[in-house]
């Protein structure tokens, strides 16, 4: 559970850093597959190469196509056609597609998983709803197909570790990760990418090293780490705490306006569907190999 929180705060600034420095003025293509390479260079000297099950290597790059490569290439997309609020509001929907898809992997249905996950959609939605503009269809889309990812990826993973352990650290075979998500990446760069759209100050660099490597070299390792260590119930309504984060951190060092009664009863929602989900799940957590 301290994966998942520490990495909320962590992506709550990286989220700011985008919107503010880069969205619009760097290619996202470009942005995402430099966060690739970043981060899979951070893994590079830790992987192992020889002893790790062949199963293992596939789904963990299975797992990066998924999580850094279609959800983070679909999300740049979208503030094509989308505002910021209307991203943040769109992503609500997270936690139902980790419950849902945990529990079509176990071949089971848990109905206090799915309140708590909806509860946590209602709560974040709360904060987040400014209303919608009429011309958004593409734009939902897409965030859609990116929440599908995320959520298939996150939950993909804790269910591949609990079905292959092993005695080898996560750390040690997470690289074919940052493989996996390299694979749809790069050739999206090749074919879509505006290379008019470099980035073009040390301050854009910086943000995109720091993205690559503490976003998404630490901040996606310790997340599917973390998934690893709770019931579906609760990574999914993890997924949800940070926009009332996001909407913090906007606030205390960007200034950006924020209503903190809505926020705070947006985020008191939430933390109840933690509680119901601690208090009336009966699944167990899924411990796995560190």
């Given at each position: ?166 005695d080898i650290p996560q750390h ?55 998934a690893t260590r709770v019931d ?34 947006g985020g008191a929602v939430i ?20």
């Amino acid at each position: 559970m301290q994966y998942l929180i520490f990495v909320t705060f962590l992506w709550a600034f990286s989220f700011s850093l985008i919107d503010v420095y880069l969205a619009g003025k760097v290619d996202g293509d470009f942005a995402v597959l430099t966060r690739v390479i970043l981060a899979g260079l951070l893994f590079l000297p830790l992987t192992r190469w020889n002893g790790v099950p062949g199963k293992l290597k596939l789904g963990t790059m299975a797992v990066g196509t998924l999580m850094i490569g279609i959800t983070y290439l679909c999300l740049y997309r979208s503030f094509l056609y989308l505002t910021v609020p209307e991203v943040l509001l769109f992503t609500v929907t997270t936690p139902l597609y980790v419950s849902l898809i945990d529990d079509a992997l176990n071949k089971r249905f848990s109905p206090i998983a799915l309140i708590a996950a909806l509860l946590a959609v209602l709560g974040a939605g709360y904060i987040r709803y400014d209303g919608i503009t009429g011309s958004f269809l593409t734009g939902f889309i897409l965030i859609q197909t990116a929440n599908l990812a995320f959520a298939a990826g996150q939950t993909g993973y804790a269910n591949l570790v609990r079905r292959f352990p092993t005695d080898i650290p996560q750390h040690r075979f997470f690289g074919y990760f940052f493989a996996g998500g390299l694979l749809i990446t790069l050739p999206s760069f090749l074919i879509f990418g505006n290379t008019a759209m470099m980035p073009e100050t040390t301050l854009q660099w910086g943000i995109l090293l720091w993205l690559g490597l503490g976003a998404s070299g630490v901040g996606l390792f310790l997340w599917n780490k973390g998934a690893t260590r709770v019931d579906a119930g609760t990574l999914a309504i993890m997924n949800n705490m940070l926009i009332p984060a996001g909407i913090l951190v906007n606030l205390l060092f960007w200034n950006k306006e924020a209503d903190l009664l809505r926020l705070a009863i947006g985020g008191a929602v939430i933390l109840l569907s933690l509680w119901v989900n601690h208090r009336f799940s009966k699944r167990g957590s899924v411990v796995a190999t560190i």
